[in-house]
């Protein structure tokens, strides 16, 4: 079946980095995304990996590995307004066909 | 700036009502979605359109039907609400299959 794992809560402090982490196991493999939801709010895109390696968008960074079914984001320098849940999702290609699949997303507190 | 446009922001009805959700995207893009987030469960596909008079169910179609008269809008019906239909629901368009979504900014749909 189709599957993705990310941890369910991580707490960091302000200023510091942090890795949240994405596993997936899918068939058709067609490219990750990044999305951040803030509490009530509509997810919003942070970044797109097709091809193994980093993309880096100033204080935040994705990377892939297609071998391992595996990324993660990389948040530097945090600030309080980091703290949502953060969304992967992967998006599949079968019969013409694409599919998005979200993971459950990790929700992020940020602290002083 | 990609503006996808929900038309209510909370909504309350009753139990057997029909109720229709409806979605505006301004940027001319293909692909238009609708989908429920509830807590612990994550974002689930209702409905997806290709194209305009297209539709497609998604993972959870059953109580649920959609149009798509002209490209720019979807609209979610459902038939008979029904209290386990209480969720928050977001539309969501993308440009091509396998692009990044863009969200609105969700209907939170309360049943009673």
């Known amino acids: 079946g189709q599957n993705i794992d990310q941890p369910t809560e991580m707490t960091a402090t302000e200023g510091a980095i942090v890795q949240i982490n994405c596993t997936y196991q899918t068939s058709g493999f067609n490219g990750l995304f990044w999305y951040q939801q803030h509490a009530g709010e509509a997810p919003t895109f942070l970044s797109y990996n097709v091809l193994d390696g980093l993309e880096e968008k100033g204080r935040f960074s994705s990377f892939l590995s297609r071998s391992k079914g595996y990324s993660y984001l990389l948040l530097k320098e945090l600030q309080m307004k980091d703290s949502a849940s953060y969304l992967c999702?992967?998006?599949?290609?079968?019969?013409?066909?694409?599919?998005?699949?979200f993971g459950t997303g990790t929700r992020l507190k940020v602290l002083a | 700036d990609v503006k996808v446009t929900q038309s209510s922001r909370y909504l309350v009805k009753r139990t057997g009502e029909k109720v229709f959700l409806e979605c505006v995207q301004d940027?001319?893009?293909?692909?238009m979605f609708w989908y429920r987030q509830d807590p612990g469960l994550g974002l689930r596909l209702i409905y997806f359109s290709y194209d305009v008079k297209m539709k497609e169910k998604g993972d959870i179609p059953e109580g649920y039907s959609v149009s798509r008269e002209k490209k720019e809008r979807f609209s979610l019906i459902l038939e008979s609400a029904s209290t386990n239909q209480t969720s928050m629901y977001l539309c969501?368009?993308?440009?091509?299959?396998?692009?990044?979504?863009?969200f609105g900014d969700g209907t939170r749909l309360s049943i009673l």
């Open positions: 940027m001319d893009h293909e692909n």
């Open positions: 969501a368009s993308s440009l091509r299959g396998g692009q990044p979504q863009h």
């Open positions: 999702a992967v998006i599949t290609r079968g019969s013409g066909t694409y599919k998005y699949i």
